[in-house]
């Protein structure tokens, strides 16, 4: 079994002392390695969303699984726990289906490759990545179906495989796989690009054991992580409190009409360990937002967001993973019984950061974010062109960040800070379609000392018939502001049909007709605002007016009276301000969510053009069919 090879393998290193020096070269050395799978799976893979924006994730473990550098840990212990064969030399492992492993890797979409790194019949470590494939096959093109009710509608199912088996590569089964799909040059192209990524780390790892002996190596990896679970250990005493704090946040909908969904996490230190309890959290949901989440990938966000928040100089792997125990009940929304659909979890993913940026802030409300990643949305565009031929579009696109103690939240970006735009140029050649416009939406963002990021405004003229899908949120429950700053706006989508006629569209839609000539806003949320908007420097404001970034309308939310120029009129804003002093409310909580939930019920039809979602109290006694 592969639990036995690794302790017998572990079992013949010694631990040996290591300098500093030698220590710094080997750590520098594996993140060289880890931008060097990057860099080689962007010069092969095909699909914009591999190539173009970075859907994929790398990391370089020890010969337990744990991450030493990368993005994504966690993922390769719980599939060793679950995998019931043999790791062998010249062997690589190909799965994608979260079921199999227990949640470590969450939808089907994104396919995983893990290489054991063998020196001198020797397990050293592992490399692996895994990448978000544009079609796996299933219902719809991009095999994302928003209404789908089980896994089995959202495209092929890899269990954990071996693609290659002692240097030998199984044609075969890769055949069988790529008959499922509907682009299989772009997949076949992807799995290779995320196969050479791994094979030239895996190349580096073992040049790294030649040059400095593989006891040095093994032992330079325990002391990256123990490095980690020390500065983490200290960091987690100061920050987290053995006081129980919880916070909720929502999922606006489901795409069948009903939400929103809550997601809720109490959080505290007990016996020098920090706890994350999702009780509390909903049900499960029939449709596909079900983020079946592995207990691991959430120390991991965990760990990320204290790291990017308090001390980015801290190395991100996974030695602190001892320091974090989640909890997380069995048929929730974040633990769906089998088959529930999962296609759709980028909402409650994005969620989570939101999540614990609300129950990290409470101890220590100047490091408190406003809510902003809150979703990665996405625009399919398939059908036949003219001349006969497929395309298929999967695109992600990005929303405001949330304004943050250190400044303003960027405009217009993505979920995942590694992730990039796919160019216009690139979208007009290789699609039919038109980008008329892409652009900041002004005032989006929510006021505050720091402006909350605005969303975008990316207007696509289809130029051939064909379907579209949306997937999105933040367009019921608004991004929430703090410590004073205002909730920044929400998404929207708009489709302009050739004639002129304006359909409001839903923000999880699937499967929807266009024709040549039609014109779609797809419009994401701004990013909720830090900090009391009146303390803003009005000269700050009037030049964001000149920008675009702010109207004269919108820059009274700030206090400021200014000219469209952005000429602020410093008397008039100095009486605005202190008539909104006087008249605001006094509040004790960090936290602006907008209008209560029911409030937002019945003015959403008036203020968005879409109906507000249904309760969801089915959901309750209904699991996925």
Same mark, same amino acid.
């Given at each position: 079994m592969a639990a036995d090879i690794i302790q017998s393998n572990e079992a013949a290193f010694n631990t040996v002392e290591i300098d500093p020096v030698t220590l710094e070269v080997i750590e520098n050395a594996l993140r060289n390695a880890r931008v060097e799978m990057d860099a080689t799976l962007v010069r092969t893979a095909m699909s914009p969303g591999i190539r173009e924006q970075g859907d994929a994730f790398p990391l370089i473990a020890d010969p337990k699984g744990r991450m030493i550098v990368g993005q994504f840990g966690s993922y390769i212990g719980p599939f060793l726990e679950g995998f019931g064969g043999t790791v062998e030399e010249g062997d690589l492992i190909f799965l994608s289906d979260p079921y199999s492993?227990?949640?470590?890797?969450?939808?089907?979409?994104?396919?995983?490759?893990?290489?054991?790194?063998?020196?001198?019949?020797?397990?050293?470590?592992?490399?692996?990545?895994?990448?978000?494939?544009?079609?796996?096959?299933?219902?719809?093109?991009?095999?994302?179906?928003?209404?789908?009710?089980?896994?089995?509608?959202e495209g092929v199912r890899i269990p954990p495989v071996k693609l290659w088996k002692q240097g030998v590569q199984n044609e075969d089964l890769l055949k069988l796989v790529m008959h499922q799909v509907r682009t299989p040059d772009w997949?076949?192209?992807?799995?290779?690009?995320?196969?050479?990524?791994?094979?030239?780390?895996?190349k580096r790892v073992v040049e790294l054991a030649e040059r400095f002996g593989d006891d040095v190596y093994v032992s330079a990896t325990e002391m990256l992580l123990d490095r980690n679970y020390r500065a983490m250990k200290h960091l987690l005493e100061t920050a987290?409190?053995?006081?129980?704090?919880?916070?909720?946040?929502?999922?606006?909908?489901?795409?069948?009409?009903?939400?929103?969904?809550?997601?809720?996490?109490?959080?505290?230190?007990?016996?020098?360990?920090?706890?994350?309890?999702?009780?509390?959290?909903?049900?499960?949901s029939q449709a596909s937002i079900n983020f079946y989440l592995n207990e691991n990938m959430m120390k991991m966000f965990f760990g990320i967001y204290m790291v990017m928040v308090f001390d980015p100089q801290i190395m991100f792997n996974d030695g602190f993973y001892p320091l974090i125990d989640?909890?997380?009940?069995?048929?929730?929304?974040?633990?769906?019984?089998?088959?529930?659909?999962?296609?759709?979890?980028?909402?409650?993913?994005?969620?989570?950061?939101?999540?614990?940026?609300?129950?990290?802030?409470?101890?220590?409300?100047?490091?408190l974010n406003a809510a902003g990643f809150s979703s990665s949305p996405h625009l399919f565009y398939a059908g036949t062109d003219s001349n006969g031929k497929w395309f298929q579009l999967f695109q992600i696109g990005f929303g405001g960040i949330p304004g943050r103690p250190m400044g303003d939240g960027p405009d217009g970006h993505s979920l995942w800070p590694g992730f990039t735009n796919v160019p216009n140029e690139f979208l007009e050649r290789y699609f039919p379609l038109v980008i008329e416009r892409y652009e900041t939406v002004p005032d989006s963002g929510g006021a505050g000392l720091h402006r909350g990021g605005n969303g975008i405004d990316m207007v696509y003229r289809f130029l051939e018939p064909g379907v579209i899908a949306i997937? !999105?949120?933040?367009? @019921? =429950?608004?991004?929430? &502001?703090?410590?004073? #700053?205002? *909730?920044?706006? %929400?998404?929207?989508? $708009?489709?302009?049909?050739?004639?002129?006629?304006?359909?409001?569209?839903?923000?999880?839609?699937?499967?929807?007709?266009?024709?040549?000539? !039609?014109?779609?806003? @797809? =419009?994401?949320?701004? &990013?909720?605002?830090? #900090?009391? *908007?009146?303390? %803003?420097?009005?000269? $700050?404001?009037?030049?964001?007016?000149?920008?675009?970034?702010?109207?004269?309308?919108?820059?009274?939310?700030?206090g400021v009276v200014a000219s469209a120029n952005g000429s602020v009129d410093d008397a008039a804003t100095s009486a605005l301000r202190e008539e909104m002093r006087a008249a605001r409310p006094v509040s004790d909580s960090p936290f602006d969510f907008g209008p209560p939930i029911e409030e937002l019920r019945a003015c959403c039809l008036e203020e968005t053009g879409l109906p507000a979602p249904r309760q969801p109290e089915w959901r309750k006694d209904t699991k996925a069919a």
């Open positions: 492993v227990g949640g470590a890797i969450s939808h089907c979409n994104d396919w995983m490759v893990l290489l054991p790194v063998f020196k001198d019949g020797r397990l050293i470590g592992y490399t692996s990545m895994f990448g978000h494939q544009s079609d796996i096959g299933g219902k719809v093109p991009g095999s994302m179906p928003i209404d789908a009710t089980s896994i089995f509608q997949c076949k192209a992807d799995l290779n690009a995320l196969i050479a990524a791994c094979r030239v780390a895996s987290v409190s053995e006081q129980k704090v919880s916070f909720e946040d929502y999922i606006c909908d489901d795409g069948l009409g009903y939400g929103p969904y809550k997601i809720k996490c109490t959080m505290w230190r007990e016996d020098g360990r920090v706890i994350l309890d999702f009780d509390g959290t909903d049900p499960q989640v909890r997380i009940p069995e048929g929730s929304l974040l633990k769906p019984e089998f088959p529930a659909a999962l296609s759709g979890r980028t909402h409650a993913l994005g969620r989570l950061f939101d999540i614990l940026g609300g129950l990290l802030g409470q101890k220590t409300p100047e490091f997937h !999105d949120d933040r367009w @019921f =429950v608004p991004p929430w &502001g703090v410590n004073g #700053g205002h *909730p920044g706006k %929400r998404a929207r989508k $708009l489709l302009v049909k050739a004639d002129g006629t304006e359909i409001v569209m839903g923000n999880k839609v699937e499967d929807y007709p266009v024709e040549a000539g !039609d014109v779609l806003h @797809f =419009v994401t949320w701004g &990013g909720g605002g830090w #900090g009391d *908007p009146l303390e %803003r420097d009005p000269a $700050l404001v009037g030049k964001e007016i000149r920008q675009g970034l702010v109207t004269p309308q919108g820059a009274r939310d700030y």
